[in-house]
């Protein structure tokens, strides 16, 4: 077992005051960024940290992390948001984990050390082998078994690549001396000084590898993909005792919440109740539906996946999911150089010629649902010579609405319903622009509540309940607090003229994919 010598954190300096009180915390691992956020019992975040680590991409269409940098960025937030807030590590009750999902950790359980960076879900370079699992019928079984589709955004199809492309990779995991998980997983080893290797149902439901109908590591699946049983984490329900700290802190505090992001912010939003949904304007742009306690399969190209298991019970979801939408912003700021920081959007949105037909399609790394087309590229229509920035910013926010459009289409077919309210977080949420913009295009009630950090929220709920800091979900949702609702006000014509738009652009991106070779 490899000798961990972390640093005990030191919160404050000598003589400075605290703040007593009775506190979750919330490590939130991003795809840019880790955070750390410590709430009360109103839900309230009183204090906050975060840190962006460094973006690898050595090949068009791969993404990397490094996984060690991650977690020392993990032990700076949480050192900082102490600091920042002025809080004692002893009213810490517990902690929630929320983390990017399907980014895929391979690491030696002997050292601690990663075999490889981190794989990210957006990276593609498996886009090869999942065709040829395909194209042996694998995916009915995949389907029937995960909910999800073959595709390179999940965990699985990352671990055989590195098993076959690391040097003694795969001698070593049919040896059991390498383990896998997502990035919550990976956060909880380090935690607990490499002695607790553990995950939870909804991550869990993210590899291609978990039978999501018996709540077990699946062996036809294992099979598939070449993957060691042995490199797996034990699979816990989301709301409960997963381990206690034995690193970073002088005392020991109990993990007792995890769940994937998307997950974890449906929660947040207290979307407790089978038909209620939630879409996230994050890094990648997710809608999700509580479909109730039995998985209902998709037949438009969405996913049903695990949202959380608590009091013995499990919640499935039906999820979409738009690959690039926060990115897409990135995008705009850190290549293009058209501005330098998200807030800047707007005015230049506004500034924007009303008579523009441009459209953006951010599929830098493939359209997801309900496209599926792994080999998809961004592209940019309707281009004229008075066309500039601005149109293209505007053009660029709006793609975050359409592809938002499209999954809410999907889901209405697949449900036979038509929806009335949607709730809003993420970055993007902040952009009255772009949620008036949204309500418009979806003829639809769109709603953005107080604290957007539904995320942190969501894990610390899951965390609190477990130990009794908030007693029942009706305790949760007093917590929830209303900012703005925003109500459609366009022409039904324009709206669908609009969307035609759209629908062309896409069509065109495809056909250049499906003409590639």
């Not at 915390?25 to 009360?40: F, M, W």
């Not at 005015?347 to 309900?370: C, H, I, M, R, W």
Request: include cysteine; proline fraction near 3%.
């Amino acid at each position: 077992m490899r000798k961990f010598t972390r640093k005990i954190i030191k919160l404050c300096n000598e003589g400075e005051v605290y703040v007593m009180g009775d506190y979750i915390l919330t490590i939130d691992e991003g795809t840019t960024s880790a955070r750390a956020i410590v709430l009360n019992h109103e839900g309230d975040c009183v204090s906050v940290a975060s840190k962006e680590f460094k973006q690898y991409y050595p090949v068009s269409g791969w993404l990397e992390h490094d996984a060690e940098e991650i977690w020392e960025t993990t032990m700076e937030v949480i050192k900082k948001v102490f600091i920042n807030g002025k809080i004692k590590e002893d009213d810490i009750k517990a902690i929630g984990i929320a983390n990017q999902r399907e980014t895929t950790v391979v690491w030696d359980k002997h050292t601690g050390k990663p075999i490889y960076h981190a794989i990210v879900w957006g990276d593609r370079r498996t886009a090869d082998f999942c065709d040829s699992l395909k194209s042996k019928g694998f995916e009915p079984m995949v389907k029937k078994k995960t909910g999800l589709v073959l595709d390179p955004f999940f965990s699985g199809t990352k671990i055989r690549w590195i098993l076959d492309n690391v040097e003694g990779a795969r001698e070593k995991a049919n040896r059991g001396d390498l383990l896998f998980s997502n990035i919550d997983g990976w956060i909880i080893w380090n935690l607990t000084g490499g002695k607790v290797h553990v995950t939870d149902y909804s991550n869990a439901s993210r590899t291609l590898m978990f039978n999501i109908n018996d709540l077990k590591w699946d062996n036809d699946l294992l099979k598939m993909l070449d993957v060691p049983a042995s490199m797996l984490p034990e699979v816990k329900p989301s709301s409960g005792y997963f381990a206690t700290t034995t690193e970073v802190f002088k005392k020991q505090i109990p993990i007792t919440g995890v769940a994937g992001d998307q997950m974890a912010a449906t929660f947040g939003q207290c979307c407790f109740e089978k038909g209620m949904f939630k879409y996230t304007y994050g890094t990648a742009g997710i809608l999700e539906m509580n479909i109730g306690e039995k998985p209902i399969p998709s037949k438009h190209g969405l996913l049903t996946t695990i949202g959380w298991g608590l009091n013995g019970k499990v919640t499935y979801l039906m999820e979409g999911t738009v690959y690039n939408s926060g990115s897409a912003i990135q995008w705009l700021r850190d290549e293009c150089k058209f501005i330098n920081q998200y807030s800047e959007t707007e005015s230049f949105a506004s500034q924007a010629d009303n008579k523009s037909e441009v459209y953006v399609v951010p599929a830098f790394t493939g359209l997801a649902a309900p496209y599926w087309d792994a080999y998809a590229r961004g592209a940019i229509f309707g281009l004229s010579r008075g066309s500039g920035k601005n149109e293209i910013i505007r053009a660029t926010l709006e793609s975050l609405t359409y592809q938002t459009k499209d999954l809410i289409d999907a889901l209405a077919e697949d449900i036979g319903e038509r929806f009335t309210l949607l709730k809003v977080d993420g970055g993007g949420c902040h952009s009255d622009v772009m949620n008036q913009f949204t309500a418009d295009l979806l003829n639809i009630d769109v709603e953005r509540p107080k604290n957007v950090e539904t995320t942190a929220a969501g894990a610390a709920y899951l965390a609190g309940l477990a130990v009794g800091y908030w007693s029942s979900m009706n305790d949760i949702t007093s917590c929830r607090k209303i900012d703005r609702i925003f109500h459609p006000n366009m022409k039904e014509l324009e709206r669908n003229n609009r969307y035609k738009g759209w629908k062309r652009a896409v069509n065109a991106t495809l056909a250049w994919s499906k003409d590639r070779n």
